[in-house]
């Protein structure tokens, strides 16, 4: 199965190694480091780290983000990471990096919290994976690009076109027919609240713009300063400062925050006057 994004008919842009990225490498290298590790602990490294009772009996609160790292296999991680880089890197265009990260660690904390009510409290099997923090990237899409046409690709069946709304639709009944269907070996329930949560969160940052909820937000400007990435777009004096820049040093003498000035005014077509 196969996603194809809608087009904006647009030049791609030249993309900084970014949020998107950043969660891809990280969780390729935990699962790595799971895959060994449980060889020499008979599974010990997952039952720590993956989501369980524990986590509400023993206060291992850091399961609700290290189960997200993990994975139950290879082609698990393969399907998790491909989603994430189909329609993530469209939301870290509209959102930045922080909010995205914040949108998908959050909703993979939402979706374990949910697991864990509804199934991980009356078994010891731990839940491990990102599928909770990417569907709620999927249904943030959806809430954004409601009318986004998207092709689904089910290997030799002829594609098939429908909006993203439709496919989050299609996505959210199918996981509650097999949530209610009791397959206890797949979090349905953590994939389910990930997906509802993304997709308020995109429909209400559509209605109101893509920087949503920032004047209210005074907490996620102090986390923005702390890991320097500045979101929205940059003052005029700013840019006009690297330019000037260049124009006196070169390109060479462009530093990181530079790049990442211009790359915000080439994004809300900002212009030197």
Partial sequence: MLYEPYSHGTMPRQREFGAVQSIFAVTVVVFLVQMVADRFTNNGFTRVFGLGRDAFLHGYIWQFLTYQLLHGGFLHIIMNM????IFGRELEENLGSVRLSLLYFGAGVLGGLCWLLVSGLRDGVP?????????????????MHPHGEMSLWFFIIPPIRMTARTMALVFGLATLAMMLASDQNVAHAAHLAGGVAGYIYGTRCRRYGWAWGAAHEPWLAWLRRKVGRAEGPPLESEVNAVLDKIG????????????????????YGIRRE
């Fill in 127 to 143: 839940c491990v994976g990102a599928s909770g923090a990417v569907f709620g990237i999927i249904g943030a899409f959806a809430g």
């Fill in 248 to 267: 006196k040093l070169g390109m060479d003498a462009m530093t990181g925050r530079d790049k990442a000035i211009l790359k915000r005014s080439q994004r």
């Fill in 82 to 85: 491909l989603m994430l880089g």
